[in-house]
């Protein structure tokens, strides 16, 4: 075996296999893989092998689609036949909600290049000739999907990688890693070391034990799945012999299940409520081709649905039942990218169709490791998206519940309810009192919209204006008529303090720090290109000592690119507050008369001015006042010690009636962000856009001295920007406003997708945040936008249509 290697893949299933390929692909040759048994022996093997494109995550629908177009290569380059069956896949749908979903996939498939046709039922008969279209109102269909042979593909790509000058060592355990003052890895093997400079972890349902070496409770366990084949059904061996074309890939998704031929046969395979983790802490050090006991009780109802859809499954007898691992995250998306808090040390795990997606993950991720960075926003697939919160037993709850969900219909709304409530704020239980709905980010629980007394207060999620639409109205106006109360603890906070601090952060972000104490500034970190990685509200308490806040849904992220970035001399000190401090928003043009009633300090424009803060005490609790908001009103953000809390918010509740103060939720919140043309990181911002090109010049200074991405800034920009940010008026809406990834064109030309839209009460327009080509991003051109299978006018309006001149935030 080899002494030293520039990286060094972890893990011989398809994934692993596919990294290694696409390492040596993309041109490092000097990389090794290691597997403890031999290629495919622990989930691949046992794979069904379907290639579904269908997936609602823009970044994981690219990965897909990278997959798909990579297997059908693999042949005529390596001389390995894969097996690629590229029959179609389509998705059925027995009631309008399923309909939707369909076509606001539809919309991110457009945006994606991913071919996506509709189906009637009869032409659902057309295809699949055993498939009864009872119930039916519409289908889906890939006309590029199919199913490979998982086996051959890692064959295939293992001589591919083989060939281009990587090495496989079979029969090699790791036992562990160790990682030198210089940098390096020594990863240590029962056949010897090996240094290197990178490790990918791709170890499946190992890789917990994986991370566990390297000091990492990584988000991945294992569930059972189950799938069963049929003997020969006389139908099908006849359409064999009469030279039909294989029927599509058949899925049912209001019964949760796959289906699909196999040697004249069916393969079922139902994703069921009750399947239970497996490999907690990772399987036996022998277990190689592992499968579990069958157990077709779970699997009862599924099979029901599917003898109901197509009668000749119930006609054949059981061949063989497959009850294997499958590896799973708790939101059902794998881990793709670095490991937080490690230097060189790669994450490709927790894949649950890892066929799928292997050639498209080691794609991205080769991509990274040489490049730096991924050309594609990662966020959907990020590691660091999960926080320390993820612990095995959250992952138990989670993971189940993921699985079992294969299927739901995805509102964007959705809120599940398996490992919840976790994280809660003390004011949790008075926002409960006031009729909260909660949903969860990053763990934490957050008001997402109040029912007034006499509502039901649960959630009815829909592509379209659901129930809560008309209570999230109510609060976005009191907002702007009286004042709002909303709690933003979930939000991510930090202090960057130490002699260093200051030039630590002025080369991190592209705006000018703040040069005064008590004063905020907006500002981005970029990545090398001049995309936006990660917003940082950043406030200057005193010299060299920083308060930043961002995103609690990236805060694990965040601050691991501000722990990676910082000078390694101990000049700089990051200390994470996110647990330890609350944060209450009040907003709206009342705020200020209802801060004066229970705080002595002088909130007057004058002395406390927009983009400033300030220490107050607001009844008997200090707290530290910064005025800012994500709603476009006067108002600020009240951060305090988490002890405080609730004696902040009785005294704002008891002295709020007079002012008209009632609680708001994100919904609302997010409602009047879009009225600002407020962006948000993972929609209006993201790697895949540079800087200028999500229209942040007054955030972005060049000429400021270096900074991260400036150079690859400036590159971009002389090459030439391909999108334009803009705000969009949407004509005829009559329940539906646009959800994001909906296709933008200029007569039948894609010039464009929107990032999101809402609809702004204060307006009372239907709005959308959008990239588009920069030449037909003008004020006053008019275009057309699909939300959910119905086209509507759409007029770029100038940004900020609420307050465009920001009079009530410096009122």
């Known amino acids: ?136 109102v519409g289908a889906i269909q890939h006309p590029g999907d199919g199913y490979i042979q998982p086996a051959d593909v890692t064959q295939a790509m293992a001589i591919g990688a083989r060939n281009l000058g990587a090495e496989i060592y079979r029969q090699t355990a790791v036992l562990g890693f160790l990682q030198k003052p210089n940098g390096e890895w020594l990863v240590q093997t029962d056949k010897g070391d090996i240094t290197c400079e990178h490790v ?26 189950q799938y069963i084949v049929t003997e020969p059904h006389p139908e099908i061996v006849k359409r064999r012999q009469a030279g039909l074309p294989e029927m599509g890939v058949l899925r049912e998704s209001d019964g949760s299940w796959y289906m699909r031929e196999e040697n004249g046969g069916l393969i079922l395979g139902p994703y069921e409520h009750g399947a239970p983790i497996c490999y907690p802490d990772g399987p036996a050090d022998g277990a190689e081709y592992e499968l579990f006991p069958e157990d077709l009780d779970r699997l009862g109802p599924h099979i029901e649905a599917a003898i109901a859809r197509v009668p000749a499954f119930g006609e054949v007898g059981v061949k063989q039942v497959y009850n294997g691992a499958i590896a799973y995250t708790p939101d059902g998306s794998p881990i793709i990218g670095p490991a937080w808090g490690l230097r060189n040390f790669w994450l490709n795990e927790g894949h649950s169709f890892g066929v799928t997606a292997a050639g498209g993950a080691g794609w991205q991720l080769a991509q990274w490791i040489i490049n730096g960075e991924p050309s594609i926003d990662m966020l959907g697939v990020e590691p660091r998206r999960f926080g320390d919160y993820a612990n095995a037993a959250y992952l138990k709850a989670k993971n189940e519940e993921a699985y079992a969900n294969v299927f739901v219909i995805h509102y964007p709304d959705e809120e599940r309810p398996a490992g919840r409530p976790l994280r809660q704020a003390p004011c949790y239980d008075r926002m409960k009192e006031l009729g909260a709905v909660f949903g969860q980010k990053s763990g934490w629980e957050r008001p997402n919209w109040f029912a007034p007394p006499g509502t039901p207060r649960e959630d009815d999620w829909s592509f379209r204006r659901s129930a809560w639409f008309e209570h999230v109205g109510n609060e976005c106006r009191n907002v702007a008529e009286n004042a709002g109360l909303l709690d933003m603890t979930a939000f991510a906070k930090c202090r960057v303090s130490g002699p260093g601090a200051t030039a630590f952060l002025d080369h991190l972000v592209a705006n000018r720090l703040p040069r005064k104490d008590g004063r905020i500034k907006l500002c981005h970190a970029l990545n090398g290109a001049g995309g936006v990685h990660s917003e940082f509200t950043i406030l200057r308490q005193s010299e060299n000592n920083f308060y930043l806040v961002s995103a609690g849904a990236y805060q694990r992220l965040d601050h691991d690119w501000l722990w990676r970035h910082m000078p390694t001399d101990g000049s700089v000190r990051m200390d994470d507050l996110s647990n330890t401090m609350g944060v209450l928003v009040v907003a709206g043009p009342k ?23 300030q220490p107050v005490t607001i009844g008997q609790a200090p707290a530290l006042a910064i005025r800012v908001n994500y709603v476009g009103e006067l108002g600020w953000e009240l951060h305090h010690d988490l002890v405080y809390q609730n004696h902040i918010f009785d005294a704002l509740m008891a002295a709020g009636g007079e002012f008209g103060l009632q609680p708001f939720g994100i919904r609302a919140m997010d409602s009047l962000r879009y009225e600002k043309s407020y962006r948000m990181v993972g929609t209006e911002l993201s790697i895949e856009y540079a800087a200028l090109e999500s229209g942040l010049e007054r955030f972005v200074h060049p000429d400021k001295g270096d900074f991260i991405g400036r150079d690859g800034l400036l590159e971009w920009q002389r090459k030439g920007f391909a999108n334009s940010f803009v705000t969009l008026e949407v004509h005829g809406v009559t329940d539906a406003d646009a959800l994001g990834n909906n296709p933008i064109y200029q007569g ?64």
């Open 200 to 225: 990918v972890s791709a170890t499946g349902n190992y890789a917990r034990r994986t991370g566990a070496m390297v000091g990492l409770d990584l988000p991945v366990i294992p569930v059972e799945h």
């Open 1 to 136: 075996m080899k002494k030293q290697a520039r990286v060094v893949v972890v893990g011989g299933g398809v994934v692993g296999v596919a990294t290694l390929y696409q390492l040596a692909r993309q041109g490092w040759p000097d990389v090794v893989l290691l597997e403890r048994n031999e290629l495919t022996s622990g989930s691949t093997w046992h794979a069904a092998g379907l290639l579904p494109l269908f997936n609602m995550s823009y970044s994981v629908g690219q990965i897909h689609k990278h997959s798909v177009n990579l297997y059908q290569g693999l042949e005529a380059e390596t001389g390995q036949a894969v097996g690629f069956s590229q029959v179609s896949n389509i998705r059925l749908a027995m009631n309008s909600d399923r309909m939707d979903e369909y076509h606001q996939y539809a919309s991110v498939a457009e945006t994606i290049g991913v071919e996506v046709t509709f189906l009637s039922p009869e032409q659902v008969k057309e295809i699949w000739p055993l498939c009864s279209i009872d119930g039916l």
């Open 591 to 613: 705020s200020r008369d209802l801060l004066a009633a229970v705080s002595d300090a002088n909130f007057a424009n004058q002395a406390f001015p927009w983009l400033s803060a």
């Open 748 to 811: 039948n030309e894609l010039v464009g997708r929107a990032t999101g839209g809402n609809f702004g009460f204060r307006l009372n327009k239907s709005l959308a945040l959008a990239m588009l080509r920069p030449d037909v991003a003008a004020l006053g051109t008019e275009l057309r936008m699909n939300i959910l299978g119905t086209d509507h006018a759409v007029t770029v309006i100038p940004e900020s249509p609420y307050d465009p001149t920001n009079e009530r935030l410096r009122a």
